[in-house]
C-alpha cells in the first residue's frame, strides 16, 4: 500500500523521534521533608526539573525550578507542605522538548526539618571579616563588616562659605582688620594736626617777642 519513499519517511520519523524522545517517570509516593529520588530518559542534556503546582490550583507559575544538571535523576527533599495537595513534575532538554508526570499528593508528616533549614539559611546574614593591624604592627584586630551594613552618607559641604565677607571666619577676620586699620587712621591724623598747632604757636610767640624788641 504504501511505496518505498513513504517507507523510508516513516523510518527516519521514527528514528528523530526516538532521538529526541524524553519522559520522566510519575514517584509512587511524596510524603513532606522526606527525600525521593526522580528519575527521568532523555539524550538531549542539560535538563531542568520543574516542580509545578496541580491544575486545580489555577496558577501558570511552577513552584520550584531546579539548576539544570547532566544527570537522568534527582534526590529531592520534598520541601513544599502537605497542605499545597497535589503537585506534579516537569523536564525540559536542553533543546527545549518536555516531559511530564502524572499529578501526586504530598503526603502529611510530622517532618519539618526541611522548612526550617530553608527558613534559617534565607534568613542568614553574609559576612566579611579581616584583619586590620596597626602602623606598630603590634595588635592585631579583627574586624567584622555586615553584607546588610549601610553606608552612612558623608556631610553635605556648605557651598556658600566664605561666599559673603560678613559671614564665617575669613569675613569676620578681614572686617576686623580693617576696622582698626580705619581707627588707626584718624589717631595719626589728630597727632599731626596737634603739632602743627604748637608750632604755629611757637612761631606766634617769637614773633611778638622779637616785636617787643
Given at each position: 500500500m504504501f511505496g518505498k519513499s513513504s517507507t523510508v519517511f516513516f523510518t527516519l520519523t521514527a528514528a528523530a523521534l526516538s532521538a529526541s524522545a524524553l519522559s520522566i517517570d510519575t514517584p509512587e509516593k511524596l510524603t513532606q521533608c522526606n527525600t525521593v529520588k526522580l528519575n527521568w530518559h532523555g539524550k538531549n542534556a542539560p535538563f531542568t526539573l520543574h516542580v509545578l503546582p496541580s491544575c486545580e490550583s489555577g496558577s501558570d507559575d511552577p513552584l520550584l525550578v531546579l539548576p539544570p544538571m547532566n544527570a537522568t535523576s534527582y534526590d529531592w527533599t520534598v520541601n513544599i507542605?502537605?497542605?499545597?495537595?497535589?503537585?506534579?513534575?516537569?523536564?525540559?532538554?536542553?533543546?527545549?522538548?518536555?516531559?511530564?508526570?502524572?499529578?501526586?499528593?504530598?503526603?502529611?508528616?510530622?517532618?519539618?526539618?526541611?522548612?526550617?533549614?530553608?527558613?534559617?539559611s534565607s534568613s542568614a546574614v553574609p559576612t566579611s571579616t579581616g584583619t586590620v593591624t596597626?602602623?606598630?604592627?603590634?595588635?592585631?584586630?579583627?574586624?567584622?563588616?555586615?553584607?546588610?551594613?549601610?553606608?552612612?552618607?558623608?556631610?553635605?559641604?556648605?557651598?556658600?562659605?566664605?561666599?559673603?565677607?560678613?559671614?564665617?571666619?575669613?569675613?569676620?577676620?578681614?572686617?576686623?582688620s580693617g576696622a582698626s586699620g580705619s581707627s588707626?587712621?584718624?589717631?595719626?591724623?589728630?597727632?599731626?594736626?596737634?603739632?602743627?598747632?604748637?608750632?604755629?604757636?611757637?612761631v606766634g610767640v617769637a614773633v611778638g617777642f622779637f616785636a617787643l624788641l
Open positions: 507542605p502537605s497542605k499545597t495537595g497535589a503537585i506534579a513534575f516537569a523536564i525540559v532538554d536542553f533543546k527545549g522538548n518536555e516531559a511530564y508526570t502524572d499529578e501526586i499528593d504530598i503526603g502529611k508528616s510530622d517532618n519539618t526539618a526541611c522548612f526550617n533549614a530553608a527558613s534559617s596597626t602602623s606598630a604592627g603590634v595588635t592585631p584586630t579583627t574586624l567584622i563588616v555586615s553584607a546588610t551594613a549601610t553606608n552612612t552618607p558623608p556631610a553635605p559641604i556648605n557651598v556658600g562659605s566664605g561666599v559673603n565677607p560678613g559671614s564665617g571666619s575669613g569675613g569676620s577676620g578681614s572686617g576686623s588707626g587712621a584718624p589717631s595719626a591724623s589728630g597727632a599731626i594736626a596737634n603739632t602743627a598747632s604748637l608750632v604755629v604757636g611757637a
